[in-house]
């Protein structure tokens, strides 16, 4: 009897233990950000048919982890734009939204921004397929993140809050996936809206970073801490004003407007990864080892969640 509680115990942390700290598949982020970025055209907002089978890809994908995959269209100039969602947990009323966006500004392929976190989706919805949740999970790929759209009621994530809040959704916080895969050793990769930052956070690119605001609310302090525990990667915390140059750089800030606790992680964007918003925003420049450490701090994060 002594040897079977041994062995149910066992059995018990080795589940425990795959459902909080399953890892991600380097192969298939790196397939992910191959089709993605390698593509006949830019994913920007000029080529709507790019975008629409951008779109298309990230559907398929979410469809193999779950059975509620749906398309939010909107309509702006004559063209129809689609936020793509897969929901996890949908028997629960309360949830949870971790979004990216999967356009590009201008002519360029976009790896980091925001390739990067389009993926950290697709991996997270093969990583929740099949598990029980306390939360409702809603996975949102956005369009229409960049200029000239960006701060306006067109983008793709300001669509998604407003229709949250027409429905009354009951919405415990949200996650922004912007730039996860850019990470520098040397001194002096690392910059900051104001350089005494650097006492603090240091001069090195080598961390990624969990940004909210003054005055976070339960979700973002318990999701952060979370994270942080898991020690899948350097993980640094960035607490500032919503008008601090960079800290709303996202599709989070439209879910602070309409009040819902929201934060973004982010590999600091352009105080680090000088390709941004260039042609030089590459698959070759992206650390898909450490990339994907961020991709389990946010699932296992997610996951140790609790009402």
């Not at 298939?28 to 629409?52: A, E, G, M, V």
């Not at 520098?184 to 690392?190: F, G, H, I, R």
Request: net charge positive; charged share 25%; with cysteine.
């Amino acid at each position: 009897m002594h040897k079977f509680k041994i062995l149910i115990g066992f059995l018990f942390f080795i589940t425990f233990y795959s459902n909080v700290f399953a890892q991600s598949d380097t192969t298939l982020i790196s397939s992910h950000l191959k089709t993605l970025t390698k593509t006949p055209q830019f994913r920007n907002h000029n080529n709507i048919d790019q975008l629409n089978l951008t779109a298309d890809y990230i559907s398929t994908i979410f469809k193999k982890s779950s059975d509620s995959v749906y398309t939010q269209e909107f309509t702006f100039d004559q063209k129809t734009y689609k936020n793509i969602i897969c929901s996890f947990g949908t028997e629960n009323k309360k949830r949870i939204i971790v979004g990216a966006h999967y356009d590009v500004c201008g002519d360029q392929e976009g790896a980091d921004d925001n390739a990067s976190g389009v993926v950290g989706l697709l991996e997270i919805s093969r990583l929740l397929k099949g598990k029980k949740l306390d939360y409702r999970i809603d996975l949102v790929a956005y369009s229409l993140e960049e200029p000239p759209y960006f701060r306006t009621e067109f983008m793709g994530s300001y669509i998604h809050a407003k229709s949250l809040k027409e429905s009354k959704a009951e919405v415990f916080g949200m996650i922004s996936l912007e730039m996860i895969a850019y990470f520098k050793d040397e001194a002096k990769s690392q910059s900051y809206p104001l350089g005494i930052l650097s006492v603090k956070y240091g001069n090195k690119g080598n961390y990624i970073t969990l940004v909210k605001k003054f005055g976070s609310g339960q979700f973002v302090n318990q999701f952060s801490k979370n994270f942080k525990a898991t020690k899948s990667i350097l993980t640094k915390t960035f607490a500032g004003p919503p008008k601090l140059p960079g800290i709303d750089f996202s599709d989070h800030l439209n879910y602070w407007k309409f009040g819902y606790d929201a934060m973004m992680i982010t590999d600091t964007s352009f105080y680090r990864n000088k390709n941004y918003h260039q042609k030089t925003d590459t698959i070759e420049t992206l650390d898909i080892p450490r990339m994907s450490k961020v991709i389990d701090g946010v699932y296992s994060g997610l996951i140790s969640l609790k009402p």
